[in-house]
């Protein structure tokens, strides 16, 4: 089956040919090429030819190749839903996230389902996204659910939505629910700019203490974030890391990298900066990988986001630098667990790598950035973006890291075993909540 690619495959779909397309889809899958995906089309090939049974074997077996992908796990729990192939001794519980596809929040709750799976199989989750229709497309499903977690990092900002927060419920529709709500790793985004999103104001921060009052058990990601909240009052935070950080590499993920060199993921983003200095930032991002490659390190752009960054991906390599887009927070994980070092703007360039126990220098453009950095005690390897002028600070504070390499290496194994204590812990707890909820 020579010439199969992808895009052959994809334009057999797209002809309903799908007969055809499924065998392509297969053959790319069993070549490991972004077998996950290939083996959801593959189904999705299947289910349009009125084969469910053996559609759902293949959407389990993507969910085998990786199970963080936030739109193959949606479009496999409506499939589920949809034709009815629920366990009726299994409980559902919605899983609210932002509706996003990118690698921070679909992690976060690709962690979440895998520490949940480690302790009790009695759960299936049923994944929502943020919108205004949100219970009136619960009802067309018919879903009685056991509860619902709240998860994702930066959900405390100014939305046009009935709650004020990057959540689509008012309290009196909380309310309405009647089951048990659960927060999990949930926190404050703050970017370094001046719109008036991420205006944490006293009345916002308020209004989101309100809906504390209605949660059965709470959690943040981040002293930062705790702090805000018990200002307003809210007690009983429990303090829970990402649990993105716990994520295992895919064993079928390999990059054909020179490894006779360290690898330096290096994570930007120029969100929160005007044009002129984001320009600057570039620049000098170029003039340390350029660094990096004339000391023998091998630079690597890692791009979380697809969707802000391909102009960043073109302009990357016109500059000749390596760079590699990952499709999932796993295969983000897999990318970091092969570097040596990661200089990370993204929040989750640097969970994820701080999760394989790779040294990381944080290049703060959140104040989420600095809140984690302070979780692992390494504030003294952040920089303020506003801070890189040029590319010599970016290789001041990384010979630092590198010279601190095997202190580093020893905290960052001990912040994972707390951090990781903590999330079981808090697991059991929300469990055992709507375990007794249902018992009732």
């Given at each position: 089956m020579n010439g199969i690619t992808f895009k052959s495959a994809k334009e057999l779909f797209s002809r309903k040919k799908y007969p055809e397309a499924f065998d392509q889809?297969?053959?790319?899958?069993?070549?490991n090429d972004n077998p996950a995906f290939c083996s959801f089309m593959a189904g999705k090939c299947l289910s349009l030819s009125d084969k469910n049974s053996d559609a759902y074997l293949y959407f389990q077996k993507a969910m085998e190749y990786d199970d963080s992908n936030a739109f193959i796990n949606r479009?496999?729990?409506?499939?589920?839903?949809?034709?009815?192939?629920?366990?009726?001794?299994?409980?559902?519980?919605?899983?609210?996230?932002?509706?996003?596809?990118?690698?921070?929040?679909?992690?976060?709750?690709?962690?979440?389902?895998?520490?949940?799976?480690?302790?009790?199989?009695?759960?299936?989750?049923?994944?929502?996204?943020?919108?205004?229709?949100?219970?009136?497309?619960?009802?067309?499903?018919?879903?009685?659910?056991?509860?619902?977690?709240?998860?994702?990092?930066?959900?405390?900002?100014?939305?046009?939505?009935?709650?004020?927060?990057?959540f689509p419920l008012s309290l009196s529709q909380?309310?309405?629910?009647?089951?048990?709500?659960?927060?999990?790793?949930?926190?404050?985004?703050?970017?370094?700019?001046?719109?008036?999103?991420?205006?944490?104001?006293?009345?916002f921060i308020n209004e989101i203490a309100k809906f504390h009052q209605e949660f059965s058990a709470k959690s943040v990601r981040d002293y930062w974030s705790k702090n805000t909240l018990e200002s307003a009052g809210v007690s009983d935070l429990h303090l829970v890391p990402c649990p993105s950080a716990f994520l295992k590499p895919l064993p079928w993920f390999k990059m054909s990298l020179d490894k006779s060199k360290e690898i330096v993921g290096l994570s930007i983003t120029g969100r929160s900066l005007r044009k002129d200095q984001e320009t600057k930032l570039i620049t000098a991002f170029f003039d340390f990988a350029k660094w990096l490659s004339r000391q023998n390190f091998f630079p690597l752009f890692v791009l979380q986001d697809t969707a802000e960054d391909i102009s960043l991906a073109k302009l990357i390599n016109?500059?000749?630098?390596?760079?590699?887009?990952?499709?999932?927070?796993?295969?983000?994980?897999?990318?970091?667990?092969?570097?040596?070092?990661?200089?990370?703007?993204?929040?989750?360039?640097?969970?994820?790598?701080?999760?394989?126990?790779?040294?990381?220098?944080?290049?703060?453009?959140?104040?989420?950035?600095?809140?984690?950095?302070?979780?692992?005690?390494?504030?003294?390897?952040?920089?303020?973006?506003?801070?890189?002028?040029?590319?010599?600070?970016?290789?001041?504070?990384?010979?630092?890291?590198t010279a601190d390499k095997d202190t580093v290496i020893t905290t960052l194994k001990n912040k994972r075993e707390i951090f990781y204590k903590n999330n079981v812990d808090y697991c059991r707890k929300a469990v055992s909540i709507l375990l007794l909820k249902n018992s009732i």
């Open positions: 889809f297969c053959h790319l899958a069993n070549k479009e496999i729990e409506r499939f589920i839903i949809t034709h009815k192939l629920i366990d009726p001794n299994k409980q559902i519980i919605y899983h609210y996230f932002p509706n996003t596809t990118n690698i921070g929040d679909s992690g976060a709750a690709a962690g979440i389902r895998a520490l949940f799976q480690s302790l009790t199989d009695d759960f299936i989750f049923f994944t929502l996204s943020c919108r205004k229709d949100t219970i009136d497309v619960l009802k067309t499903y018919e879903i009685e659910p056991s509860g619902m977690l709240i998860g994702g990092g930066g959900l405390f900002f100014r939305q046009p939505l009935p709650s004020g927060w990057y909380l309310a309405d629910l009647k089951i048990p709500i659960i927060t999990y790793a949930i926190g404050f985004n703050k970017e370094y700019t001046n719109d008036e999103i991420w205006n944490l104001d006293n009345v016109e500059n000749n630098i390596p760079c590699i887009l990952p499709n999932t927070a796993r295969e983000a994980v897999s990318v970091y667990s092969q570097c040596n070092y990661v200089v990370g703007m993204r929040g989750h360039s640097l969970i994820l790598a701080a999760g394989q126990i790779v040294p990381i220098l944080g290049i703060s453009y959140n104040k989420k950035v600095d809140a984690f950095m302070e979780m692992l005690d390494m504030q003294n390897y952040c920089i303020n973006q506003n801070d890189i002028i040029e590319g010599s600070a970016l290789i001041d504070n990384f010979e630092k890291l």
